[in-house]
């Protein structure tokens, strides 16, 4: 069925460092490509997204590349701060519906 | 304005009642999902409607069965609840299910059986 795997579980990060989070997914049919951050007790919350017509996305400090060949596709956080600190889920979009990875734990160490 | 809302926001219950979660979306949007967080974090989705139509049913337990009485609700019942049901349960509603589109959640319902 339909999969996605996400790596790192946890990741900790000096406050100004880089932290990259990677995904892979099974379904040749997927044709978007949402991140989530969830803070804890919060909802997630869409904080980028890509399309697979496209192979890279910026906002600011946030970047998302996304190989289709490979089906590959990963999120970067640049000069991450403390508030970055949350869990990262990556998702899917395929036959109807989302697949989400299994979440990063990213702690942001000041 | 609250997008997605859920109701409740916390549920604690014995084992083997019968409870209900309900959910609203006041952004006009054709799509809403039910998604089950556990313990471990893993957002699993669990049902789709798109206009008040059943389109997903994600091998859920018969116990499970949500009702949409119109495309701005989608409310989850709960038969015969069990220790394993107790997670955070999250509400999810895009334009349709086409693809593409942003999914805006809900605050999540917090179960807890004993």
């Known amino acids: 069925g339909e999969n996605v795997e996400q790596h790192p579980s946890t990741l900790s990060v000096q406050e100004g460092d880089s932290a990259v989070i990677k995904c892979t997914y099974s379904d040749s049919a997927s044709n978007y490509f949402p991140w989530y951050k969830q803070e804890l007790g919060k909802r997630p919350q869409l904080i980028i997204d890509?399309?697979?017509?496209?192979g890279e996305k910026k906002d600011q400090r946030i970047a998302v590349t996304l190989n289709k060949t490979a089906k590959h596709f990963s999120l970067h956080i640049t000069e991450t701060q403390p508030e970055d600190s949350a869990v990262y889920f990556c998702a899917a979009f395929g036959t109807y519906k989302y697949i989400f990875g299994t979440g990063t734990r990213l702690k942001v160490l000041a | 304005d609250t997008a997605v809302s859920q109701t409740p926001k916390y549920l604690v219950t014995q084992m083997g009642n019968d409870k209900s979660i309900k959910c609203e979306q006041n952004l006009g949007h054709d799509t809403m999902y039910w998604y089950k967080q556990d313990s471990k974090k893993f957002l699993k989705i669990m049902f789709s409607?798109?206009?008040?139509?059943?389109?997903i049913n994600e091998t859920v337990p018969n116990r499970f069965s949500p009702k949409s009485p119109d495309k701005a609700h989608l409310n989850l019942h709960i038969n015969s609840l069990e220790l394993g049901d107790s997670a955070v349960y999250f509400c999810a509603s895009s334009q349709d299910y086409g693809g593409s589109k942003t999914q805006y959640f809900g605050p999540g319902t917090r179960l807890l059986v004993l």
């Open positions: 409607y798109n206009n008040k139509e059943l389109i």
């Open positions: 890509i399309r697979s017509n496209v």
